[in-house]
């Protein structure tokens, strides 16, 4: 039998098979969050006019290495204009991706509060931020590892979403965390559903 229960009522024991189409968007936001795990996060840095913006997104992957290239899906503000990150890569072409690890969650998380555009996170959390190259924006300096990226192309899908590809041209990664057979080692943590994650060796 397939079940279509999504009000707690699960039984037990059955299969559950879930149309899609079927599934409003809160819940199947949070079914494939829950089920899709771990998702990577990207904690992006843009830049316009001289404010610096800062906001994590988790529906975020690679793509491909050669060329070098990870997607991220960024949605619309409450009022249905653009976030401020996609305006910002759209305007300047320009991102630095910076990953969350457990020291900086907390100001991962207060990014994720809506602001107006012209109100930077970076000053408002004093989240310290160090220029490396002259054509990006700055990385935050607690990351372990940054991607220095420009915009790619965007992928067209229906609806609200809008995915955007980056290209990596430069990665910054902190002393002793890679090593000279390439191995790298970064405590990011990820996102499981609502709740951050950090990665255990197995
Ligand atoms: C861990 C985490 C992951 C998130 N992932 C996404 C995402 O993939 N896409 C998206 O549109 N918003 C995502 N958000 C919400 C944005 O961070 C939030 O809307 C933010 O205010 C956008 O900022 P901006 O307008 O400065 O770009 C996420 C929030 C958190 C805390």
């Known amino acids: ?105 907390d100001q991962v998380q207060k990014c994720a509060t809506q602001l107006p555009k012209d109100e930077s996170e970076i000053e408002k959390y004093e989240i310290e931020v160090k220029k490396e190259l002259e054509d990006y924006p700055p990385m935050i300096c607690s990351t372990q590892t940054a991607l220095f990226c420009e915009y790619y192309d965007t992928y067209k899908v229906d609806g609200d979403i809008t995915p955007v590809i980056l290209k990596i041209n430069y990665q910054y990664i902190e002393d002793g965390r890679i090593n000279e057979r390439n191995h790298t080692n970064i405590d990011s943590i990820g996102r499981s559903g609502v709740t951050f994650k950090a990665m255990v060796d197995l």
């Open 1 to 105: 039998m397939i079940g279509f229960l999504l009000n707690g009522n699960h039984l037990k024991g059955e299969k559950m098979i879930l149309d899609y189409k079927d599934v409003n968007d809160l819940n199947r936001y949070k079914i494939m969050s829950g089920s899709i795990v771990p998702r990577p996060i990207a904690w992006i840095v843009t830049e316009d006019n001289g404010v610096l913006n800062a906001a994590p997104f988790s529906y975020f992957i690679p793509i491909s290495t050669n060329p070098a290239l990870v997607i991220v899906a960024i949605g619309r503000k409450e009022n249905e204009s653009p976030k401020d990150t996609l305006a910002n890569i759209l305007k300047t072409k320009k991102a630095t991706i910076c990953f969350p690890n457990k020291d900086n969650v």
